[in-house]
């Protein structure tokens, strides 16, 4: 039992009195039900009880354990030929280390390293969230305090930790973050890198406080970074390299990590990111197309497309902007706080139904015009996590769509396979905040 359930427990009693009008010591004969009621309105973190989706749609807990774990096992520990996405590589004075390898692109990426964290620790998998961490804090994280991404860790290496581009990608920032807290919350603090807590608080505070520095790269001579966080906007930058720090990306935006930061971050930030949570939230109705429900791959900060110079294709919906809807469902999963949610999954539901289930492709128009891309795991599973917020009968379609789709394998695994891996997790209750007791 985490940390979490532990915490909210007499919150749900509580909840129970109120709805039931009995005390919270003599449950009523249909106490389960009333007590899934009570979790539905106050939303997991408050309840402890994370939606188990696949268990709505009608599947087997054990289906879904071993399921759950065989995907793990095959992008963790698969054939590294075609498998896997975790690699070990070497060890150092902290430890044994490994990286999430984009097979695709031939590069390790601070999304992927990240990513792997979330779900190790989500699956109380230690071993593999030190080992990745310990080589994102070798070979990514920039120490150098005269260095433009001072703070950060560089969004795109090789696997033998040589740079390929030392500027940040934000979204690896957010989930490294993240992963840290429930890290420290489930397992406590280390020594030194392990010192979870102490790591998060520190990257965090630089995303949002760190100054302009300008310096060398390994792409620039005279390059030029701000922070990660637009202060005024109070929202998550694109990149903070300037001139691209004005924008944004719709699938960067996670307020379910920020009232997360919001309770166990440094004290003096707190409320700002409570404020930035909300932004975000406003910030998916804007971004978000009113008949499809889908959003650009990059943005401006008032939520319209940006066509960026060098590619102008991220107007469309693309591949970072499958991730969208995850990041509004599992909001909404987590901390109920924005009704509109659940109008935003019903639409981008309703849009991939009339394309066909089976049927739709991967990249479209916000208007929805179809662009090609074949049908694709990554999306299915974004799909499917979606039905965390939406409460049209269709959902449990876009469920079962996700459990029949076969584990990633072969030269596109590592995206799919990412995406696929935590919405495993999403759908199956085993995505869940770790918050330290109180």
């Given at each position: 039992?985490?940390?979490?359930?532990?915490?909210?427990?007499?919150?749900?009693?509580?909840?129970?009195?109120?709805?039931?009008?009995?005390?919270?010591?003599?449950p009523p004969a249909d106490a389960a039900a009333t007590t899934e009621a009570a979790a539905e309105a106050i939303g997991a973190v408050a309840s402890g009880v994370y939606p188990d989706l696949f268990a709505e749609a009608g599947l087997a807990p054990a289906d879904v354990?071993?399921?759950?774990?065989?995907?793990?096992?095959?992008?963790?520990?698969?054939?590294?030929?075609?498998?896997?996405?975790?690699?070990?590589?070497?060890?150092?004075?902290?430890?044994?280390?490994?990286?999430?390898?984009?097979?695709?692109?031939?590069?390790?990426?601070?999304?992927?390293?990240?990513?792997?964290?979330?779900?190790?620790?989500?699956?109380?998998?230690?071993?593999?969230?030190?080992?990745?961490?310990?080589?994102?804090?070798?070979?990514?994280?920039?120490?150098?305090?005269?260095?433009?991404?001072?703070?950060?860790?560089?969004?795109?290496?090789?696997?033998?930790?040589?740079?390929?581009?030392?500027?940040?990608?934000?979204?690896?920032?957010?989930?490294?973050?993240?992963?840290?807290?429930?890290?420290?919350?489930?397992?406590?603090?280390?020594?030194?890198?392990?010192?979870?807590?102490?790591?998060?608080?520190?990257?965090?505070?630089?995303?949002?406080?760190?100054?302009?520095?300008?310096?060398?790269?390994?792409?620039?001579?005279?390059?030029?970074?701000?922070?990660?966080?637009?202060?005024?906007?109070?929202?998550?930058?694109?990149?903070?390299?300037?001139?691209?720090?004005?924008?944004?990306?719709?699938?960067?935006?996670?307020?379910?990590?920020?009232?997360?930061?919001?309770?166990?971050?440094?004290?003096?930030?707190?409320?700002?990111?409570?404020?930035?949570?909300?932004?975000?939230?406003?910030?998916?109705?804007?971004?978000?197309?009113?008949?499809?429900?889908?959003?650009?791959?990059?943005?401006?900060?008032?939520?319209?497309?940006?066509?960026?110079?060098?590619?102008?294709?991220?107007?469309?919906?693309?591949?970072?902007?499958?991730?969208?809807?995850?990041?509004?469902?599992?909001?909404?999963?987590?901390?109920?706080?924005?009704?509109?949610?659940?109008?935003?999954?019903?639409?981008?539901?309703?849009?991939?139904?009339?394309?066909?289930?089976?049927?739709?492709?991967?990249?479209?128009?916000?208007?929805?015009?179809?662009?090609?891309?074949?049908?694709?795991?990554?999306?299915?599973?974004?799909?499917?996590?979606?039905?965390?917020?939406?409460?049209?009968?269709?959902?449990?379609?876009?469920?079962?769509?996700?459990?029949?789709?076969?584990?990633?394998?072969?030269?596109?695994?590592?995206?799919?396979?990412?995406?696929?891996?935590?919405?495993?997790?999403?759908?199956?209750?085993?995505?869940?905040?770790?918050?330290?007791?109180?």
């Amino acid at each position: 039992m985490s940390h979490g359930r532990l915490r909210f427990l007499p919150g749900i009693l509580v909840a129970l009195a109120v709805v039931c009008g009995c005390s919270a010591t003599t449950p009523p004969a249909d106490a389960a039900a009333t007590t899934e009621a009570a979790a539905e309105a106050i939303g997991a973190v408050a309840s402890g009880v994370y939606p188990d989706l696949f268990a709505e749609a009608g599947l087997a807990p054990a289906d879904v354990q071993a399921k759950v774990e065989g995907a793990f096992q095959q992008l963790f520990h698969g054939d590294p030929d075609d498998q896997t996405v975790y690699y070990v590589s070497g060890s150092n004075q902290y430890g044994p280390m490994a990286y999430i390898h984009d097979v695709n692109s031939n590069d390790v990426r601070s999304e992927g390293m990240s990513y792997g964290m979330m779900i190790a620790v989500q699956l109380d998998r230690k071993a593999e969230f030190d080992a990745i961490w310990n080589w994102a804090m070798t070979h990514m994280y920039h120490q150098d305090p005269t260095h433009p991404a001072h703070g950060y860790f560089a969004w795109s290496v090789k696997t033998d930790g040589t740079a390929i581009d030392q500027m940040p990608a934000p979204d690896g920032e957010e989930y490294f973050i993240t992963a840290l807290y429930f890290a420290s919350a489930r397992w406590g603090d280390g020594e030194g890198i392990y010192a979870y807590k102490a790591h998060a608080d520190r990257i965090l505070t630089d995303i949002l406080h760190r100054e302009q520095i300008t310096g060398a790269t390994v792409s620039a001579a005279d390059a030029t970074a701000v922070n990660l966080f637009d202060r005024d906007a109070k929202m998550i930058r694109f990149t903070p390299d300037l001139p691209n720090a004005a924008h944004t990306d719709a699938s960067y935006h996670l307020p379910a990590f920020y009232e997360v930061w919001a309770r166990v971050g440094p004290q003096a930030d707190r409320a700002f990111w409570r404020e930035a949570a909300q932004v975000s939230r406003d910030y998916f109705v804007r971004a978000t197309h009113p008949h499809t429900g889908l959003t650009p791959d990059y943005g401006n900060f008032d939520g319209t497309a940006w066509a960026a110079p060098w590619r102008p294709e991220s107007a469309d919906f693309r591949y970072d902007a499958w991730r969208t809807a995850m990041n509004w469902s599992m909001d909404w999963s987590w901390w109920r706080a924005d009704p509109r949610q659940v109008e935003l999954s019903n639409r981008i539901q309703a849009f991939f139904q009339d394309q066909g289930l089976d049927d739709y492709v991967s990249l479209y128009t916000l208007d929805g015009k179809p662009l090609g891309g074949g049908q694709t795991t990554g999306l299915v599973s974004m799909n499917a996590v979606a039905s965390l917020a939406a409460d049209h009968p269709r959902r449990l379609e876009f469920v079962r769509a996700l459990w029949e789709q076969p584990v990633p394998e072969g030269h596109h695994r590592y995206y799919d396979g990412m995406l696929y891996m935590m919405a495993l997790l999403h759908c199956s209750g085993q995505y869940k905040v770790w918050l330290p007791p109180q």
